[in-house]
């Protein structure tokens, strides 16, 4: 998808419906499906905030950022996911939670980037957090630089989210499931499940109505 086409879509993008749920339990893994909403309410989870961050390469096309988090002693260590994390009192509001850690993270000034809408709340069981996504846009690359948290920056073609090829499941064994085969995005060797995946495909739903 070309960038332009994006831009020129993005009204459209901002009132056309979310596929909310339907659209991520494309992506959901089996732990998840049996966690009903009542469950999750009495859970009581915690805030945080997530922005899948676009822009264009330069050729034009549409791109993504992602990241790899660092190796440390927690659940989702080593874990493919947004630049995000949880909601503080400093934040007035959850929207300024995702711009705020984006800049921590990877060093994007966040005054520079345009909200195109909240996405729909995405649960994560093993930490219990409820995390809001956020869909935002640059008119160029950005200089990227990530601090300690991220382990690697991975930048996605848009098109390569379109394309269905690149949906497939693996098997997982992490500190909290055993063998469980889960569907991911595979992008280029990059395996993307979980919670990070749901919301990526809400986002492929949407975009999905502008190609």
């Not at 915690?46 to 330069?58: C, H, I, T």
């Not at 660092?70 to 300024?96: E, R, W």
């Not at 984006?102 to 069981?125: A, C, F, H, K, M």
Request: charged share 25%.
């Amino acid at each position: 998808m070309q960038f332009s086409h994006f831009k020129n879509q993005i009204n459209q993008l901002k009132n056309n419906s979310l596929g909310g749920l339907e659209s991520q339990f494309k992506l959901v893994p089996e732990l998840r499906i049996k966690i009903s909403e009542e469950k999750i309410k009495k859970n009581n989870p915690r805030k945080a905030a997530v922005l899948a961050l676009f822009y264009p390469d330069k050729t034009g096309k549409m791109q993504f950022l992602l990241t790899k988090r660092a190796s440390y002693n927690g659940t989702h260590s080593a874990q493919i996911s947004f630049p995000g994390g949880k909601y503080d009192k400093i934040d007035n509001s959850i929207q300024k939670t995702a711009l705020r850690e984006l800049e921590e993270e990877v060093g994007v000034n966040q005054t520079s980037v345009e909200i195109i809408r909240r996405l729909s709340d995405t649960y994560i069981p093993p930490s219990n957090f409820m995390v809001t996504p956020f869909i935002g846009f640059l008119n160029e690359r950005p200089k990227l630089i990530p601090n300690e948290e991220v382990a690697e920056l991975i930048e996605i073609e848009t098109n390569e989210l379109l394309d269905d090829k690149n949906l497939s499941s693996i098997v997982l064994e992490t500190s909290y499931m055993k063998e469980i085969e889960v569907p991911c995005f595979n992008f280029s060797n990059h395996i993307v499940w979980g919670a990070t995946a749901m919301i990526l495909s809400e986002i492929k739903d949407l975009l999905k109505e502008i190609e």
